[in-house]
């Protein structure tokens, strides 16, 4: 009965390939996020979407694709990943103006 | 542009003591900020937070303190338990956006 469950927990890729990441929510929120934490632990956000429709994009290259089917899921795709992508992403979800609810992160590491 | 600061990347505190967590934020915009506790392995959690209304919100063990005009509000839990062990980050926003700035946190640990 995880509340914002994303999947996989870790992901091993090579660069260049395209990967997703799924991420789901059963709280019933209105807003999904995308948050990046780096290896500098600067958790920053990269995507936000309300009802499906994208809010946020904090200048985050083409290559990142989030995509929302319904208010309840938010994945996010990447093209042609490279090195430094290699971070910890955190999908999750709010009602408006209310705390963030996160998930558990998926390590990405590309080599 | 680091806009939410945390400069103690870690503390180590006595159980039973008080553990006393900061922060400094810039942009004076700003008028809504949070807590987030984070475990290894696990996403941030929310913890406290404050509007800029107010100076002092508690619950529980936990206090947060917001002095607007210094830009610096502070998490202090008291007592300090075992389990309190773990990162804390500050974030802040606007109540107008959708979008929290996360300081880069700070590592607690609480020993016996």
């Known amino acids: 009965d995880t509340a914002v469950s994303q999947t996989p927990k870790y992901l091993v890729t090579q660069m260049g390939n395209d990967k997703s990441i799924k991420c789901e929510q059963n709280?019933?929120?209105?807003?999904m996020y995308w948050y990046k934490q780096d290896s500098k632990k600067f958790l920053k956000i990269m995507f936000s979407y309300n009802n499906k429709e994208l809010i946020i994009n904090e200048t985050v290259p083409n290559r990142f694709s989030p995509k929302s089917p319904d208010k309840a899921h938010l994945n996010l795709h990447i093209n042609s990943l490279e090195l430094g992508d290699s971070a910890v992403y955190f999908c999750?979800?709010?009602?408006?103006?209310?705390?963030?609810?996160f998930g558990n992160g998926t390590r990405l590491t590309v080599t | 542009d680091q806009q939410v600061k945390q400069n103690s990347p870690s503390l180590s505190v006595q159980e039973g003591r008080i553990s006393i967590l900061n922060c400094d934020y810039t942009n004076s915009m700003f008028d809504y900020f949070l807590w987030y506790k984070k475990y290894p392995a696990e996403g941030p959690t929310f913890l406290i937070s404050?509007?800029?209304?107010?100076d002092k919100n508690e619950d529980g063990r936990f206090t947060v303190f917001l002095n607007k005009s210094a830009k610096h509000l502070s998490l202090h839990i008291v007592p300090s338990q075992p389990g309190d062990s773990a990162v804390y980050f500050c974030?802040?926003?606007?109540?107008?956006?959708?979008?929290?700035?996360f300081g880069t946190g700070t590592r607690l640990q609480v020993f016996p």
């Open positions: 999750a979800s709010s009602p408006r103006d209310s705390p963030l609810h």
């Open positions: 709280l019933g929120h209105d807003t």
């Open positions: 404050i509007s800029s209304i107010k």
């Open positions: 974030a802040a926003t606007s109540l107008n956006t959708d979008k929290l700035i």
